[in-house]
């Protein structure tokens, strides 16, 4: 935990020295462009990789395989008092949580709680559970606008320790006339800011926390609530000063029903997002960035399923990403976490979360996931049946364990094919390049595995298929259904 911290004030420091250097003063809503002189970069990136080796990754071969899971307080147990009666009750909507690290070790779960989602008595309160404790602590209010609705929020620290809690609070009756919010603690929650007024037009939701840039700038992952598809607010000083980017606009086509991106860094400095589906192709889509968020891929599915509800995703200190979502194209439930090697394009174990449910109508959903620097350990929150909040406790070595199979449906022009989603054909000339139109499905052909990439095998000396560890089924793939 202490080189993770000289590190990080590290690289703070330094890029606050190239802001102070580089930067002229701006309004508090001043447009900047993002744009980094490539020297300065190459020396962030430069000190970044000289201190890497003092951070400890957590290789799940060190690891004793560990789950636990449980409830941050009883169901029912936390009173609402309705607008509409003034009376307090207890059966009232917890959702939508987000999960945190505190620099003390402590892990902290935001929410929305009130009568009902959207009801004008829905304030955000939090919970803790400081290190070594075995229940969290009683929920608090940290924000509540009287007779509004308060919602969607994500709590996010920064390198100096600074909370931030994002969220949105609805000015009429529904989420299209929500605007975005943040209130900030310096003190470990024991104070919270006046909200300050991200932005007041409409039609703009957030879901997930802010993303630390390889050129220093923290970028906001939101969503056009109105016409469904993935907008951002961007930071060069940790939101002294911000600008609203609705770069996805003229490419709407390409990410359309596509909300609630979930954002991690590659490698190569890249951004993946993974986005909740509001299709009908019932699957998690992805769409990538090379140029710090300024353009993006077309979503593509991925083998993951999505039932039109919140997904989130991790980059863990190894350079593996685990991400947690519902594992049915059609329910809330079960609740899973699946591991990827290759930055979240494909999955290569699979555990539940939560599968009980024992008496029907099972609801497990909207999870936040991330992962403790002090000991390499998972956690996720979750909204349990809207009764409360759960929380699930693990670590790599025990969801590489698992071997769970996800449950895919293929979409109307694809046909699956020894569990793969491939597309439909009636010659070859509708294939992609190096497809070949084999029983109506694009499939490389192939004798042997070096007629292949090195990602696949040729299954039965016919075709390429995609190859997993063990050789397991990535997917559980069906064909699509029929009206």
Known sequence: MPGFFRW???????????????????????????????S?????????????????????????????????????????????????????????????????????????????????????VWSVLAPGESEWSWPAVIYDDPGRSEGNATIWVNETGRIYVFFVTIFGDKWDEAQLRLIVSDDAGETWSEPKMLREEWCWNIRHRPLRLTNGDLLLPCYQECMAYPTFVRSQDDFETWTEEDILLDSYLEHVGQIQPAMILLDDGSISALTRDGTHSYRIKRMLSHDHGKTWTPSAAVGLPNSGTSIDQVRLLDGN?????NNSPEKRFPLTVALSR??????????????ECPEGGCSYHYPSIMQSRKDGSIWVTYTHKRQTIGWAHFNEAWLLEGEERAVIDCLPDEKCVQNQCLKLCDRDGECPDEADCIEHSCQKSCTSDTDCSDSQTCHNEAFCVEKTDSQRVDVLCRDAPTD
Not at 89 to 107: I, K, M, R, Y
Not at 321 to 325: G, R
Not at 342 to 355: E, I, N, Q
């Open 342 to 355: 290759d930055g979240g394009a494909t999955y290569v174990a699979m555990r539940d979360l939560h599968a």
């Open 40 to 124: 300065d970069e190459d020396s962030v990136n430069s000190e970044t990789e000289s201190d890497v080796e003092a951070i400890e990754t957590f290789p799940p071969e060190s690891q004793t395989p560990l789950f636990e899971k449980g409830l941050i307080l009883p169901p029912d147990s936390l009173e609402c008092i309705p607008v509409s009666t003034g009376e307090p009750q207890s059966n009232c909507n917890h959702h939508a949580s987000t999960v945190a690290e505190l620099p003390d070790g402590s892990v902290a779960a935001v929410w929305y709680h009130g009568e009902a989602e959207k009801s004008k008595d829905s304030r955000l």
């Open 8 to 38: 990080s004030m590290a690289l703070s420091l330094c890029l606050a020295l190239l802001f102070a250097w580089g930067c002229d003063e701006k309004s508090s809503h001043e447009v900047s462009n993002g744009d980094t002189d490539s």
């Open 321 to 325: 990403v685990v991400v947690v979502f």
